[in-house]
């Protein structure tokens, strides 16, 4: 029982950071229907990222989470101008392979980089564990769930209460009427994308130090698609809810059954697929996503 | 029939108005296309002949993601996955002692079924949400993969023999090449007339708008599945003849990274019509003999990064192109080839 509950800790640690990296992503699809299939390539450069500030710079590690975060806004903000903008009024499919097209160029940029090392910062974060009862959790699982729960409650707040996080719901609502209204469609998608990039970034951080950064850590990313479509592409408390099912299922999933497989191992990779597959049979728009209505 | 088409239409029954040659000029041009194929491998050196096996495969393949993704609108990104699935069939197949003529189609059915499951999901779910079931698709192949180790070899990959017609062994890339080349055509063939019959029109209407396509009596499912099925057929056969071709099969040559490759050489070449795939291809394989010089230079300025320049330079050039191309030519090498063409028709007049 107790070896159960570790386990739905840890879960829910995975869980919030992937719903920190499919928040970027429902965040872009809601302002501008643009599926970012760049995504998860974000999240490895995140962790490229936290592997220079940490180990490299030996910065302090809430320093680095701002420097990550910083560049991640950056990033963000420089692929909407230069690559997303000329996009506009293209058919979506274009835009889709636009993103494909980011990721692309962001994993050869990182291999060029940083030689597409494992590049380990394990135990940044503090190699002890905290007990609690008769659980005792690692140190890194607690840091990787505060930061991952503050993200994303820090995002949120920043789309429900700002102003500015007004006129992206606006913007999501209907651009043109939004544009009528005298707001910057531009200055939304530019925000929309730095946020992205600034989700991808933590989420590539905190995934960087369980498991290493390296171009491999993009695939781990991709999980978030899996997380925004059982959330439902709209839905920002989807997207949490979405991240604790597919993180606790998974991490369950691979612990019990596992050891029955001939290979013994290699669920986690597949797993969230899998329970995307399944509800997306049974509820094709996701756990809280709008049913479209359409017309022709 | 005459040599060069009249400036009116003036054919007198159907069969000459649908008929793939309409004149003389195209007949002898044909002709002279697939003789020139034939007697390809007595001119050029093996490399080359390497090279075009290459293009050839991925022609097929490529047709089977335009059926798919450039005529029916279903974006896949598990292409390389459903390869894979044609690719392992045939190797099984054939280690089991069975004869290629068999194996071959049995391979192209095997990854069509599979496509088929895989395109249920369409039936409910459209756009991304299909782009990620495809995407599953990949990740659960590559798994299955590793986990059927003791039939498929596992992450070790599996020994596969160069295929046995008749009495001959296609040992030498000649005897393989021409084995490439009677499929591309054969596929290409298929391809072109699939587009002109009534249930390429449905595959186009659905990609444009499928619930005014399916106002307009086109049953949905079937259309969706049919498409699933022979794009995977293709992608199967692509697969296995890429197998036979290097003598192994592992999970390294149908990675996520090669499935979104063959969509951007779609996407250069041309989606939607039967020419785009031959472009792409064969575009993507002279941007790879590029890269390989660019490298070659790049590792000599910068020996530190030598070891990552091959797989990053790779990666950012085609990333480059594939997007300079969606940028200004979104319709492709095949828009840009049907331009050249109208020029040359109408030539002392300029518009039309």
Request: proline share 4%.
């Given at each position: ?296 | ?17 649908i008929?793939l ?42 047709h089977g993601l335009n059926l798919l993704?450039g005529m029916c ?113 054969l596929v290409t063939f298929f391809a072109y007339n699939l587009a002109r019959t009534k249930t390429g029109r449905a595959f186009v209407?659905v ?16 259309t969706?599945?049919v498409a699933f099925f022979v794009g995977?057929i293709f ?37 939607g019509s039967t020419?785009?795939p ?75």
């Amino acid at each position: 029982m107790v070896s159960l509950l570790q386990l739905v800790c840890a879960g829910l640690a995975n869980g919030v950071t992937y719903a920190v990296a499919a928040l970027g992503f429902v965040i872009i699809y809601k302002c501008s229907r643009v599926f970012n299939i760049a995504q998860g390539h974000f999240v490895m450069l995140g962790g490229y990222f936290a592997y220079t500030f940490l180990s490299l710079c030996n910065l302090s590690v809430w320093t680095a989470i701002v420097a990550a975060t910083a560049t991640g806004l950056m990033l963000g903000l420089v692929i909407q101008r230069i690559a997303m903008r000329p996009m506009i009024g293209q058919p979506l499919l274009a835009a889709i392979m636009m993103t494909i097209v980011i990721g692309m160029v962001m994993e050869g940029s990182a291999t060029l980089a940083w030689g597409g090392k494992y590049a380990v910062y394990h135990g940044t974060f503090g190699g002890a564990s905290i007990s609690l009862g008769q659980l005792s959790l690692p140190e890194e699982l607690v840091a990787q769930l505060i930061i991952s729960l503050l993200t994303v409650i820090v995002f949120s707040l920043f789309f429900q209460h700002t102003k500015i996080g007004l006129a992206m719901r606006a913007t999501a609502e209907d651009e043109q009427v939004a544009q009528s209204c005298g707001i910057k469609v531009n200055l939304v998608y530019g925000l929309a994308w730095m946020i992205a990039g600034a989700t991808g970034a933590i989420a590539g951080l905190v995934l960087g130090e369980v498991c290493g950064a390296s171009p491999s850590l993009s695939e781990i990313g991709m999980k978030a698609f899996a997380v925004a479509l059982v959330g439902g592409l709209e839905s920002i408390p989807g997207v949490l809810v979405a991240g604790l099912t597919i993180g606790i299922s998974e991490i369950i999933a691979s612990t019990y059954l596992d050891p029955l497989l001939p290979t013994g191992g290699g669920l986690a990779s597949v797993f969230p697929y899998l329970v995307m597959m399944i509800v997306l049979t049974f509820k094709p728009y996701g756990f809280f996503g709008l049913e479209r209505i359409e017309r022709i | 029939m005459q040599w060069d088409l009249p400036c009116g239409v003036f054919f007198d029954n159907y069969a000459d108005d649908i008929a793939l040659c309409r004149t003389k000029a195209q007949k002898f041009l044909l002709i002279s296309f697939f003789a020139f194929l034939f007697v390809l491998p007595l001119l050029i050196s093996d490399r080359w002949l390497s090279r075009l096996v290459l293009i050839g495969i991925n022609i097929v393949s490529l047709h089977g993601l335009n059926l798919l993704t450039g005529m029916c609108g279903q974006i896949s990104l598990g292409h390389a996955g459903f390869m894979a699935v044609g690719g392992y069939a045939s190797a099984i197949l054939c280690n089991m002692g069975l004869p290629f003529w068999i194996v071959f189609p049995a391979a192209g059915l095997v990854s069509g079924l599979f496509g088929l499951a895989f395109g249920l999901p369409s039936l409910r779910v459209k756009g991304f949400y299909l782009a990620m079931a495809t995407l599953a698709a990949q990740f659960l192949v590559t798994w299955l993969i590793l986990q059927a180790y003791k039939i498929t070899g596992g992450a070790d990959g599996l020994s596969v023999p160069r295929p046995i017609i008749g009495r001959m062994t296609l040992m030498s890339n000649k005897s393989y090449y021409y084995l490439v080349a009677t499929v591309t055509c054969l596929v290409t063939f298929f391809a072109y007339n699939l587009a002109r019959t009534k249930t390429g029109r449905a595959f186009v209407a659905v990609r444009d708008n499928d619930l005014a396509a399916e106002v307009m009596g086109i049953c949905l499912w079937k259309t969706k599945l049919v498409a699933f099925f022979v794009g995977c057929i293709f992608a199967g056969w692509g697969g296995a003849l890429l197998v036979h071709y290097y003598r192994f099969a592992s999970p390294e040559q149908f990675t996520l990274m090669d499935s979104i490759m063959y969509l951007g050489m779609l996407i250069v070449g041309g989606m939607g019509s039967t020419l785009g795939p031959i472009f792409g291809a064969a575009f993507f394989k002279l941007v790879e003999e590029c890269n390989m010089i660019i490298v070659s230079i790049l590792a000599k300025w910068f020996p530190a990064a030598a070891p990552q320049l091959p797989a990053s330079i790779g990666l950012i050039g085609y990333a480059l192109i594939v997007g300079l191309f969606l940028v200004f030519e979104p319709r492709g090498l095949a828009h840009r080839w049907t331009i050249v063409k109208n020029y040359y028709r109408l030539w002392p007049f300029s518009y039309w």
